[in-house]
């Protein structure tokens, strides 16, 4: 099939600007803006109400899952958003599939912001940003034949439905994905998880979309079988010039398919950089932390590296710590990380790749002892 556009890809090294607003995170300035931006997040947050009282509720608070989270997805690439359990990371796909509204920021596709969207217009947008799930095991309805699931997508949208044979389109989707197009009548009990994950990912490329935002899509899989789904996402990307926001909670397992990466902690980005500068130059304490996070025998430990394991655990998002979230758990913490939030901006006296924006009054390098893949 053919290349549904040209990914014109990003250069690593376009236009971060300007100092950062007071929000806590970039907004406007102090992130990196792709050339051809598919996506552009700006400020997102999503607060979940806490309430109490069973026939009255009365709210309590608000759960922060996603607090002022500014990014830009370039055309044709790859964006890794990391960070440990309940960070926000799957909010933040939700909120770009439109599953949910945002409390507050935009997120503007091909211009235009797609959270006031309702209708038909909404509709348009959701065929064209598909979101692949983390467990085939449940995001695949056990009772429909592969073909009716792969298929599912037509019935919802029917406008972009192959005008011909749809029984023929769903089985090259097969096909595209690695699967034999005679399995088309079989159900997923039938499949292994790697191939039950094919079976979604076929899905999520019916409608021919332009982004694809996967959430975890190999973690529920086994570690033999993940670089396979991996790599197929990889050459489909380039095939139909889809652009990928891809969500892990490792940094390893997003390495060689991202172009930038992310990394998040509780509800914001901590840093984001190119995969060079975030792999080989990390300046925030969590990056490094993340990096180093499973300790392995070095036969030859190189000089100048440490290794840092990271204690505790995440902070609840309905209660976050005052100034920097991380602070808790940061070696590095001083009483200024306390009282004052650090911005997503670039460290104006790092020097080279480390130069990348990073949420870290104290920012600097440290060469960390990677866990391995
Ligand atoms: N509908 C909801 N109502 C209340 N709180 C929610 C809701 N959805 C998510 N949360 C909370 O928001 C926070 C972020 O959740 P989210 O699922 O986005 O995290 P995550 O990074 O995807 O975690 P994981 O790696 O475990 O999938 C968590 O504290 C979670 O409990
Ligand atoms: S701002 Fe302070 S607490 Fe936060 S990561 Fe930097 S040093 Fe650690
Ligand atoms: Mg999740």
């Avoid at 599953?99 to 211009?111: D, S, V």
């Avoid at 060469?367 to 391995?372: G, L, S, T």
């Amino acid at each position: 099939m053919a290349s549904t556009s040209e990914p014109a890809g990003a250069s690593a090294d376009s236009g971060i600007s300007g100092a950062s607003d007071a929000s806590g995170i970039s907004g406007a300035s102090g992130t990196y803006e792709p050339a051809a931006p598919v996506l552009e997040v700006r400020d997102l947050a999503k607060h979940y109400p806490l309430t109490r009282g069973v026939l009255v509720k009365r709210r309590t608070g608000a759960v922060r899952a996603v607090d002022t989270v500014s990014f830009a997805l370039g055309r044709g690439e790859t964006l890794g958003i990391v960070g440990e359990s309940g960070c926000g990371k799957s909010t933040v796909a939700r909120l770009l599939v439109s599953l949910e509204r945002p409390t507050a920021g935009t997120i503007h596709y091909r211009g235009e912001d797609i959270t006031r969207l309702s209708g038909r217009a909404l509709r348009a947008v959701r065929r064209n940003i598909q979101m692949v799930f983390q467990d085939p095991y449940t995001s695949l309805n056990p009772r429909m034949t592969v073909g009716d699931i792969v298929g599912e997508p037509f019935e919802i949208h029917p406008e972009a439905a192959p005008k011909g044979d749809r029984r023929r389109a769903v089985q090259e989707l097969l096909e595209v994905v690695g699967l034999s197009p005679e399995h088309i009548n079989r159900y997923p009990h039938q499949f292994s998880g790697g191939q039950r994950q094919r079976i979604g990912i076929a899905r999520g490329l019916a409608l021919r979309p332009e982004v694809i935002v996967a959430d975890e899509p190999v973690s529920a899989l086994d570690v033999s079988v993940r670089a396979q789904v991996v790599n197929l996402m990889e050459s489909l990307r380039d095939e139909f010039g889809l652009s990928y926001v891809f969500i892990a909670h490792d940094l390893s397992v997003v390495r060689h398919i991202s172009d930038r990466i992310a990394v998040m902690y509780l509800g914001r980005i901590a840093e984001t950089g190119t995969g060079p500068e975030i792999y080989g130059h990390p300046t925030h304490p969590y990056t490094q932390a993340l990096l180093s996070a499973v300790p392995v025998p070095d036969p030859e430990p190189r000089e100048g590296r440490e290794r840092i394991l990271l204690a505790g655990d995440v902070p609840s998002p309905a209660n976050p710590p005052s100034g920097c979230r991380f602070r808790t758990r940061c070696w590095k913490a001083r009483e200024r990380c306390a009282v004052e939030t650090p911005t997503l901006t670039v460290p104006p006296d790092l020097p080279g790749p480390a130069a990348h924006p990073s949420a870290c009054h104290f920012a600097e390098e440290r060469a960390v002892v990677e866990a391995p893949p």
